[in-house]
């Protein structure tokens, strides 16, 4: 027993730069004192004095603020540095010179009563207010970030940082010693930014050289405000012209040219219009008669200056009319 505490004691100076002296180590090590209860309660528990076992891990938990199910089970040179907060479930089992921080819970998923708290390989490290879930492995000399939430099995050696826990840096060989620097972790969210970044850098290099390897296209030139202005009049000049020609009629059928379907485009160019129409039968005896009504109707709209109407070589159909009007 003395063995054992004289190992507990140098595990406390092999893990913690900051204990001077043995009475140091003794009276203000709260990690150190939960450590012995512990074992006292694990003692009780395993002699099925269930209560007094719960009752000393309730009174540990009072003292050091630590606490540990009385029966999890806890390997050698463990170390729980400051220790505020820890939480270590009952079926939890932890590894020989595993170092853990403040705020670390190892925690259970499952109401059955069965194997449901991690299982703690040797040598690893847990950094503060990480929170181990579940019935997992976490593999030996792996190293888990500060604030991790860890809820798959970690491989041994690996590093895990994140909520939840993704393996962030290389295994690293097995070995003894311990590794303080807990707070110099890798960051994987970064690490896939830098390569996406990377790869969207490289990819746009390609396209650039793919650029100056096609010929140059003339850049598309936009309507200016002024050719905006110019198409908008042309629009509603056209819809004056065919309001106009809904006065003209034909005079073998009665129904003015527009709903006939006889006028077939209007071309506006500066006030210049062209109006391109049909004629119902192909020797329309008054054709110059309708051509000059629809040429005087488009000249009186306002802005509309020479008008020319051309006769189209065209077929009208009487049924696409007739159609259209039931529709």
């Known amino acids: 027993m003395f063995e054992r505490i004289k190992e507990d004691i140098h595990t406390v100076f092999a893990k913690d730069p900051a204990a001077k002296t043995v009475g140091e180590v003794l009276f203000c090590y709260p990690g150190l004192h939960a450590l012995w209860l512990h074992r006292i309660a694990h003692f009780l528990w395993q002699h099925q004095l269930l209560f007094l076992g719960r ?32 939480v270590i479930g009952e079926t939890a089992e932890i590894g020989d010179d595993v170092l853990m921080y403040t705020g670390v819970v190892l925690g259970g998923t499952s109401l059955e009563k069965k194997k449901r708290h ?22 030996d000399n792996a190293k888990i970030g500060s604030g991790a939430v860890v809820i798959q099995p970690v491989p041994p050696g690996a590093t895990v940082v994140g909520v939840p826990a993704r393996i962030a840096g290389p295994k690293k060989p097995a070995g003894p010693e311990t590794d ?4 110099q972790l890798p960051d994987p969210v970064l690490k896939a930014i830098s390569e996406v970044l990377d790869r969207q850098s490289r990819l746009e290099e390609r396209v650039q050289g793919l650029e100056a390897a096609l010929p140059r296209v003339a850049p598309l030139t936009l309507p200016t405000e002024a050719g905006i202005v110019s198409l908008i009049r042309e629009g509603e ?10 006065e003209v009629l034909d005079p073998e059928v009665g129904i003015n040219v527009v709903d006939l379907g006889l ?3 209007i071309v506006i160019n500066d006030g210049a219009v062209e109006v391109r129409m049909v004629l119902t039968t192909p020797a329309c005896p008054l054709v110059g008669y ?19 109407v051309t006769i ?16």
């Open 55 to 86: 009752l000393l891990s309730h009174i540990n938990r009072l003292l050091t603020g630590i606490e540990i199910h009385p029966g999890a089970k806890i390997g050698r040179r463990f170390f729980i540095d400051h220790g505020m907060g820890v």
């Open 118 to 139: 991690p299982t703690i390989g040797n040598n690893v490290v847990i950094g503060t207010g990480a929170t181990v879930l579940g019935a997992i492995t976490v593999g």
């Open 180 to 183: 303080l620097e807990h707070g």
């Open 237 to 246: 000049m056209e819809t004056q012209i065919r309001e106009a020609l809904k």
């Open 263 to 265: 006028i077939k485009e």
């Open 290 to 308: 309708l051509v000059e009504q629809v040429r005087r109707k488009t000249k009186s709209v306002d802005g509309v200056g020479a008008v020319e």
């Open 312 to 327: 189209l070589d065209e077929p009208w159909s009487w049924e696409r009319f007739a159609n259209r009007t039931v529709k």
